[in-house]
């Protein structure tokens, strides 16, 4: 098996890291933020993001800071792609109230978050994002890009529908530890 | 390696890669000025179709002319050998899984089909991931379906990142002013098997590559960083005499045409000759990593094609297609 030991969960109301919880104060969104300041702290363009990449983000850095791992591949996938912000977008461009916004606009492709954190963690191997039914069909999609090259790969779910509501599975494929 | 076997383009040019590929011999343009296609909309340039398309409609149509000339008993879209993977950046109206269930429902295909959503890149990533499931052994046949119409809500987001030509796009011209939005459908089935007719032109995917610039969401890196690693990648084992033809994405902005010509640069490629799709069909998004590969792919008669595209995200992409296998 190519799966590692190493795997994150977040939802709304916990987050859990190779299967023991992390304590958190805050739920939602703001939870993520209570998170990028206790993992992070230090990259303000956090705060520029749409919730969709915040939690990526703040998955990839909690992953990668406790695993010592460097991915080199990053492949999410979700069942909704950018909705969320899509809507956020779509509310900028109302008739009666027309003034499209260039940031939020940026943010209406999902594949965008695995570019955030290919920034962060200075990644310049592949970054994929996929649209699937469900998780299962990830899998096949992860070892067939393995099985064409070495590498350690992060990968997982990445879902955000609503502002306060997301689900990451995410986790890190290559040799076992 | 695996085997193109069917392909399909559906544009404002015209229906049928053959009526596509001589629209463009003929140096027919799709691109027209728009002024009230969309409410509040400023005028743009574009390549539309005439009349509101379907989504579902124009990919089921797409997937059903790429198989017209292919009687083959090894081959069905209803098999649970054959996987439909989807490139698509918008969707059917900001849905993108819903119309690539109902475009393989039509098929009765019994697999749950796969997206691919990963910016401009789209249709070369689904091209990569159809070799990979293919060269993995987990199915026999890929249906690679390319799709994306122009709405408000594209438009208007491209406007306001001041991204768009108010005229038809000039690539890798001093003059460039920025790129055009475009409509299409195209269908490559790939196969592990070469099921077409002997001495009949045909080509194979042979390498592909994707790579991240990790250096900002909405720019390309100015060295060509990710464009160049994918060249790299895909040139392996391959002499620079034996390319006859590199399909660049040449999207007419200032930064992506820099970025294409230093990446090709630095891979010493700046000699062989180029395809600019963009004139004739504008960005069609989703569905131009497929419609070019067709077009670049039929324009070579023998040797070795280079597809590469670039996007949002960072992400960067090139296959390399064997023609005359």
Same mark, same amino acid.
């Not at chain 1, 939020?104 to 994929?128: D, H, K, M, S, W």
């Not at chain 2, 629209?23 to 409410?39: C, E, H, N, P, T």
């Not at chain 2, 989807?86 to 059917?92: A, I």
């Given at each position: ?6 795997? $994150? ?52 850095? $909690? ?115 | ?12 040019? @015209? ?14 343009? @799709? ?9 509040? !909309? ?19 149509? %797409? ?69 990979? =499931?293919?060269? *993995? ?5 890929? !249906? ?11 438009? +208007?987001?491209?406007? +306001?990142?001041?991204?768009? +030509? ?19 459908? *195209?269908?490559?089935? &790939?196969?592990?098997?070469?099921? +077409?007719? %002997? ?19 909405? *720019? ?7 464009? &160049?690693?994918?060249? #790299? ?16 994405? @040449? ?12 990446? =090709? ?20 998004? @989703? ?9 670049? *792919? ?9 597809? #590469?595209? %670039? ?15």
């Amino acid at each position: 098996m190519l799966k590692t030991e190493h795997y $994150i969960v977040i939802t709304p109301r916990s987050v859990v890291l190779n299967g023991k919880a992390i304590e958190v104060n805050e739920t939602g969104s703001k939870m993520l933020v209570e998170l990028y300041r206790r993992y992070v702290g230090d990259y303000p363009k956090f705060f520029k993001m749409d919730t969709l990449c915040r939690l990526g983000f703040i998955a990839a850095e $909690i992953l990668i800071k406790e695993s010592g791992r460097s991915p080199d591949a990053v492949i999410l996938a979700n069942r909704s792609a950018s909705i969320k912000n899509d809507t956020d977008y779509l509310a900028t461009i109302s008739e009666g109230n027309y003034y499209p916004s260039p940031a939020l606009f940026v943010y209406t492709l999902p594949n965008i978050v695995t570019g955030e954190i290919a920034i962060r963690q200075a990644i310049q191997g592949e970054t994929a994002f996929y649209i699937l039914d469900q998780e299962e069909q990830l899998e096949p999609i992860i070892l067939s890009t393995l099985h064409s090259k070495r590498s350690t790969v992060l990968a997982g779910w990445c879902e955000c529908s609503k502002e306060n509501e997301f689900y990451a599975k995410i986790q890190l494929y290559g040799t076992i530890d | 390696m695996v085997y193109c076997i069917g392909h399909s383009i559906i544009s404002p040019l @015209g229906e049928g890669s053959q009526a596509n590929f001589e629209a463009v011999q003929a140096g027919r343009s @799709g691109l027209k000025i728009y002024s009230d296609r969309f409410a509040d !909309v400023e005028p743009f340039c574009a390549s539309l179709f005439d009349t509101p398309q379907d989504f579902v409609e124009l990919c089921v149509r %797409s997937a059903q002319q790429s198989v017209v000339s292919l009687q083959h008993s090894a081959f069905s879209l209803a098999s649970k050998d054959t996987i439909f993977i989807l490139s698509t950046t918008k969707g059917d109206n900001l849905n993108l899984l819903r119309p690539a269930q109902q475009i393989a429902a039509h098929f009765g295909n019994p697999n749950p089909p796969i997206v691919v959503s990963n910016a401009c890149t789209s249709g070369v990533c689904a091209q990569i991931t159809a070799m990979r =499931l293919l060269e *993995a052994g987990l199915y026999q046949h890929a !249906v690679v379906v390319g799709c994306d119409l122009q709405t408000r809500f594209i438009v +208007s987001g491209f406007q +306001s990142f001041k991204a768009l +030509s108010p005229e038809p796009c000039l690539p890798f011209s001093e003059e460039r002013k920025g790129l055009n939005l475009g409509e299409a459908a *195209a269908t490559i089935i &790939y196969s592990r098997e070469r099921l +077409s007719v %002997s001495g009949e032109r045909c080509w194979a995917l042979e390498a592909g590559a994707i790579h991240n610039d990790a250096n900002h969401l909405s *720019a390309p890196s100015r060295t060509g960083e990710g464009a &160049y690693q994918c060249l #790299m990648d895909v040139l392996q084992g391959v002499k620079k005499e034996e390319i006859g033809l590199i399909g660049v994405h @040449g999207t007419a902005t200032l930064y992506n045409d820099a970025m294409e010509q230093t990446a =090709l640069e630095r891979a010493g490629l700046q000699e062989i000759p180029r395809s600019v799709l963009k004139p004739y069909f504008g960005h069609t998004m @989703g569905a131009a990593g497929v419609l070019e590969t067709i077009l670049c *792919a039929m324009a070579v008669e023998k040797g070795y094609v280079i597809k #590469m595209l %670039s996007g949002f995200g960072g992400v960067n992409a090139a296959i390399r297609l064997k023609t005359e296998c």
